[in-house]
């Protein structure tokens, strides 16, 4: 099966412009999340989905993050404006909702803001 | 709230030895998910193992094995035969069984020397 599909690998921006992020989970993957693992760290979850449902957001920037799942599939996540803070690699990952099953995730977006 | 704590932020072990890498966790729930994941310089996060808490065994992977310790909150990982594939960064995760949240503790390190 097709695995989490993330665009762009990597982008480059200037403090206070915008950037956007996609993912399109496996399909019939009722669960998405967004983390953001900075160099060294462990992924912090940013927002979890339900299908098009929030489940949780409350580490989520919500002063400059924005996200949301159209549909109940593909999901953006956007900063507006970027900080230098910024800069580390956003994750998405999906599961099957509920039960054991292991969430897969994606190949990650690599954000340096300069 | 559910933490998860590694306090072992690197590790090494020689090819063919074993290693246990240590994971802690914080929960009022008696029902969740553990797992630990493996990321490679690639970035691409992978299942290694996967405990639910309500089963007593502990699970088994091949070379990899967990001591899960559910009245001590503990969750450790045992990779027996080491091998250079194994280097890497290793994050243990907790998935709450009610509400799907899946959270990472900071990752361990480990080298792998021939």
């Known amino acids: 099966e097709a695995g989490v599909a993330q665009s762009p690998r990597y982008k480059i921006i200037e403090k206070r412009q915008s950037v956007a992020f996609w993912c399109n989970p496996i399909?019939?993957?009722?669960?998405l999340y967004w983390y953001q693992q900075i160099l060294g760290q462990g992924p912090k979850l940013l927002i979890q989905f339900q299908n098009n449902g929030v489940v949780d957001d409350s580490q989520l920037p919500k002063d400059r993050f924005s996200a949301e799942r159209l549909k109940g599939v593909d999901s953006t996540l956007k900063i507006q404006p970027a900080k230098l803070e910024d800069s580390a690699v956003y994750l998405c990952?999906?599961?099957?909702?509920?039960?054991?099953?292991?969430?897969?995730f994606g190949q990650g977006t690599r954000l340096t803001v300069v | 709230a559910q933490t998860v704590t590694q306090s072992q932020p690197e590790m090494s072990v020689q090819e063919a030895e074993t290693v246990t890498l240590s994971c802690t966790y914080d929960t009022s729930e008696s029902d969740y998910y553990l797992f630990w994941y493996k990321q490679p310089p690639s970035r691409q996060m992978i299942l290694v193992i996967r405990q639910e808490a309500y089963k007593q065994q502990n699970a088994t992977e091949n070379r990899f094995s967990v001591n899960f310790q559910k009245a001590a909150k503990s969750f450790s990982l045992k990779i027996s035969d080491s091998q250079l594939g194994d280097a890497a960064m290793y994050f243990c995760a907790y998935r709450s069984f009610s509400t799907d949240k899946l959270i990472f503790g900071t990752g361990t390190r480990l080298q792998v020397f021939p």
């Open positions: 399909s019939g993957h009722a669960t």
């Open positions: 990952a999906s599961s099957l909702a509920l039960g054991p099953t292991e969430a897969f």
